[in-house]
């Protein structure tokens, strides 16, 4: 499939149920075999990278939130800002031509910016910790706003465009390529291997930290591990959801799952589910607002948005299950 | 003339908005950040600052609504109070998560504070079309705009800085102790959660005063690092407030000073580029150098400083237990037959399992105080080093005695904890254990213990 945008793009118009029903014809089509003439429309490059970073996400953050990690991918998110801008500097040195506002970085360089990003993030703070005697809280918070100031100072004086430090925070999900879709399913193949072959080591330095240091695993390492993943997932979602809604994947559907069940893997399952069904109805949504009301919303907002009507609605539930559970006490 | 540049940014009237408006703010914000530090909740007011992000919005998009897009005091004020309930309204949903879903602290402070922002970003991407001027305004919010601050700006961010000073002047007694003694202040009778809520809304005000200097992403900055500056040189409460407070505002106008004078130095050098250095993040970076020089630097607490002193005080047990040992032997001497080649260089070296460095330096410094001297055997005491090594050597024995005789520790375990404790001892201690243990002849390993000499 090429990756054109079509000048008639086949969802403009249609309402939330249209919507699906477009795309259940287009893929339709894709199946049975008339793909030669078929190109992508925008809004379905955009469900293809905003399912597969709510998958990346997702699962990763059930790692985060049950090792209590969630505040370091917090400032992990942030720092990101400053590794994509020494990548840029370090490949492209002090140009002076003008700049547009999206910097075209190849993909090795921003995955080993992001892998440099998050041990040093990391190290950081456990220095600080550790070595400096500062409270973890105290240095989290200090590591990752000096790096963040550096990254905006660095930006604006390179790109002398004062709004790149909005768009590295909102994103922008209308100019996203099928180049950024093909590096979150990489990122995802990635993870989905990581975590499935040291699920086991993943899961006990989560539960039981001690006893893995008793049979000789190293929880040290495995956090490395998860942030080092962490930090390609928040690169690769980088251009499309901006770096503070990425967090919002990371601790949503782990927080939607944990109401509705309690084991291991049933957790990371119904997580992913969570993440990737918020995204396609956000992508819906954002088609429908667009067409019945004519107002434009960003569509990693309204993902955002229907993260958290689910969340309410899965509080309501676990607290009605509760009111209304036999009393056998 | 340098010291009449620093005070340009008080007299110009543009300059003079953004460096007074910016210093009170910081000062604000440092206040608060003391307690929320001491708290060990120095991350809570990162949530709230994007927790005020959708109010932000919404109340600038109702005052544009209202035809006041104009008035920038309104606005100001429009966007505090909006900013203000938004923030409140994540405290309460971090609250609720907290205490009744049994979330995780830090969790539950990441996801309010995404599922906030969220919704203010989701609210801005509308306003961006719907009411670009105020999305435009209100987009200084996100990473602080002090360059367009004016006078009346200045009046409402001091009256509201000189608010939380007041507030915190007033309830000193009660913030301090349930800072530092919970229980205590429960056991008497204190309203903890009042003065909990007290303290938040203090820091939901600090925030909402602060995020138009450096925004909503770069506020717990302000909050932590004037603290941690602070606390590296204090060690009372009062004095903790006072240095945060002026570590602060120092923040705030250095900023401002480095971030105009630097967009001028780059203009004339790059005039075709219009480059500038944005205001908040240079702000935040001055206050995070700060804390880094006193997290390193401070005279008690620096990290450098306790490496130094570590360094040294391991240094000065070296050169007492070269002393100790060359007298342990020459003592041994007198009564057994004459051994050569025991005080040299090699034999010390391999007894004290040191680098040969600091053998080296060590031995320097005791020929050079007095205490050894060469001779063509190695190295022996002088009469002032025969009298220091017997203080050493007794003050060891007489620790061994207390540990041994007086707290009943057996006499096999006692040599380590002498061994360590011999460095330390000062004189009076001395005199204490020897009346204590009433002047002792000998130690649990029956070795004598040398009498007390004046030195």
């Not at chain 1, 477009?22 to 075999?33: E, F, K, P």
């Amino acid at each position: 499939m090429q990756c054109l945008l079509l000048q008639i793009n086949p969802y403009s118009g249609a309402t939330f149920f249209q919507f699906f029903l477009v795309l259940a014809a287009r893929l339709w089509q894709c199946i049975s075999g008339q793909s030669e003439n078929l190109v992508l429309a925008s809004d379905e490059i955009q469900l293809i990278v905003l399912v597969g970073v709510a998958l990346c996400c997702s699962l990763l953050g059930v790692f985060l939130v049950l090792r209590r990690m969630t505040m370091l991918a917090n400032a992990l998110s942030h720092t990101i800002l400053l590794g994509i801008v020494l990548a840029f500097l370090a490949t492209q040195g002090m140009s002076t031509a003008d700049h547009t506002t999206y910097i075209p970085l190849n993909i090795t360089t921003l995955l080993l910016a992001a892998l440099l990003t998050g041990v040093l993030t990391t190290f950081l703070t456990q220095f600080l910790v550790s070595s400096i005697r500062l409270q973890e809280d105290a240095s989290t918070g200090l590591v990752f706003t000096a790096l963040f100031a550096l990254g905006i100072i660095l930006v604006t004086l390179l790109t002398r465009n004062a709004h790149i430090g909005t768009e590295a925070v909102m994103g922008n999900a209308d100019a996203l390529q099928l180049s950024d879709g093909k590096l979150i399913w990489l990122l995802f193949a990635f993870n989905i291997v990581v975590i499935g072959l040291f699920f086991k080591e993943y899961t006990i330095t989560t539960f039981d930290p001690a006893l893995a240091v008793a049979l000789g695993i190293s929880p040290t390492l495995f956090s490395y591990l998860l942030m080092v993943q962490v930090s390609g997932s928040v690169i690769g979602a980088f251009r499309a959801v901006g770096v503070l809604m990425v967090l919002a994947l990371l601790t949503g559907p782990p927080l939607i799952a944990r109401q509705l069940c309690c084991r291991i893997k049933p957790l990371c399952w119904i997580s992913m589910a969570v993440g990737a069904f918020c995204a396609v109805v956000g992508v819906a949504l954002a088609r429908h607002l667009l067409s019945a009301a004519g107002l434009a919303f960003s569509t990693a907002g309204l993902i955002v948005c229907v993260l958290a009507a689910l969340f309410l609605l899965t509080v309501l539930y676990s607290f009605l299950r509760l009111q209304y559970q036999p009393q056998s006490e | 003339m340098m010291v009449a540049e620093l005070f340009t940014p008080f007299l110009d009237p543009v300059l003079r908005g953004p460096t007074i408006g910016c210093m009170l703010m910081c000062f604000a914000a440092a206040l608060v950040g003391v307690f929320s530090l001491l708290r060990r909740q120095a991350l809570i007011g990162e949530a709230l600052s994007h927790a005020a992000y959708p109010g932000v919005i919404a109340s600038a998009v109702a005052a544009a609504w209202l035809g006041f897009e104009a008035d920038e005091t309104v606005l100001a004020l429009a966007i505090a109070l909006g900013g203000g309930a938004s923030a409140l309204m994540g405290l309460w949903c971090i609250q609720l998560l907290e205490r009744k879903l049994a979330v995780s602290s830090d969790a539950a402070l990441c996801f309010i504070l995404a599922i906030f922002f969220g919704f203010g970003i989701t609210l801005a991407s509308n306003a961006q079309f719907s009411y670009p001027l105020i999305y435009r305004s209100v987009q200084a919010y996100l990473y602080g705009q002090a360059a367009t601050m004016t006078d009346s700006h200045i009046m409402l961010y001091g009256i509201l800085a000189f608010v939380v000073a007041a507030v915190i002047a007033l309830f000193f007694k009660e913030l301090q102790l349930v800072t530092f003694d919970r229980a205590f202040a429960m056991t008497l009778g204190l309203p903890c959660r009042t003065i909990d809520t007290i303290f938040f809304l203090l820091l939901v005000a600090s925030i909402v005063i602060g995020i138009r200097a450096v925004g909503v992403v770069l506020m717990s900055a302000m909050l932590i690092a004037p603290a941690v500056t602070a606390r590296q040189f204090c060690k009372n409460l009062r004095s903790m407030l006072l240095l945060a407070g002026a570590s602060g505002a120092f923040s705030g106008y250095l900023g401002n000073y480095l971030s105009s004078a630097i967009s001028e130095i780059l203009a004339t050098a790059y005039p075709s580029q219009r480059l500038s250095m944005p205001t908040g993040p240079a702000i935040v970076v001055v206050a995070a150098a700060l804390a880094l020089f006193s997290l390193l630097f401070a005279p008690e607490r620096g990290a450098l400083i306790r490496l130094i002193r570590a360094i040294l005080f391991r240094y000065r047990c070296l050169c007492e237990n070269i002393l100790k040992g060359i007298w342990k032997k020459e003592n041994k001497k007198e009564t057994l037959p004459h051994y050569t080649d025991e005080f040299s260089f090699k034999v010390l070296k391999s007894e004290h399992l040191c680098s040969a460095f600091s053998l080296y330096l060590a031995l320097l410094q005791l020929v050079y105080n007095g205490w050894l001297q060469r001779a063509p055997g190695g190295f022996h005491l002088t009469a002032g080093g025969k009298i220091k090594a017997a203080r050493i050597i007794r003050v060891h024995r007489l620790w061994e005695v207390y540990l041994a005789d007086y707290l009943g520790v057996g006499a096999e375990r006692v040599h380590l904890s002498a061994e360590e404790m011999e460095h330390v001892l000062t004189p009076e201690l001395e005199k204490e254990l020897t009346l204590l243990l009433d002047n002792p002849h000998h130690d649990p390993h029956h070795q004598l213990i040398p009498p007390h000499t004046i030195l």
